[in-house]
């Protein structure tokens, strides 16, 4: 085999791991966008802790292929990037739609994605989106459990100090 090829199956190989170790994948066109729009992009993906990439789509077709992902062809036309979230599914497509938002563009937009292992259209990933992460959903949980146990024990305080009052 070539240099070449062997460099595009090591390729596939390295996005057929991602997509299999992703809770969600999102599609991202970025036509228009400017390099230091697309570098702050790729920071709050970062500290969003997902993964940004800009790939080839007829390797991103092989490795959907291989991972017996179907349903995206029609995606993978044109500049894309792809965001691959690793720690719960709204992760990814919520760093991509607060950036949007925070920044007013309209050069880049969610086309779609992945989603439990089967394609997803652009309204399942805007969905996603603006649903709560995964951490938000532990801390409002956390609240709840936490807030009446605090109740209990302010009140216990009170009654406490009326009785040593007396």
Do not use: H, W
């Not at 697309?38 to 991972?67: G, M, P, S």
Request: proline share 3%.
């Amino acid at each position: 085999m070539s240099k070449n090829r062997d460099l595009k199956v090591e390729k596939v190989a390295e996005i057929v791991e991602k997509l299999r170790n992703a809770e969600s994948v999102t599609v991202v066109s970025y036509t228009g966008l400017t390099v230091e729009q697309d570098t702050n992009l790729r920071r709050q993906c970062r500290e969003n802790d997902v993964d940004y990439c800009v790939l080839k789509n007829r390797l991103v077709k092989l490795a959907l292929q291989q991972v017996g992902i179907e349903g995206l062809d029609d995606l993978l036309n044109g500049p894309n990037a792809f965001v691959f979230s690793k720690k719960d599914p709204v992760s990814g497509p919520k760093a991509v739609a607060q950036f949007i938002e925070k920044n007013k563009l309209e050069a880049l937009k969610i086309t779609g994605g992945i989603m439990d292992g089967k394609a997803a259209d652009t309204k399942t990933m805007e969905a996603l989106s603006k649903m709560p992460s995964r951490d938000e959903l532990l801390a409002t949980l956390v609240g709840c459990l936490v807030s009446p146990v605090s109740s209990l024990v302010a009140v216990l305080g009170e009654i406490a100090e009326k009785k040593e009052a007396a």
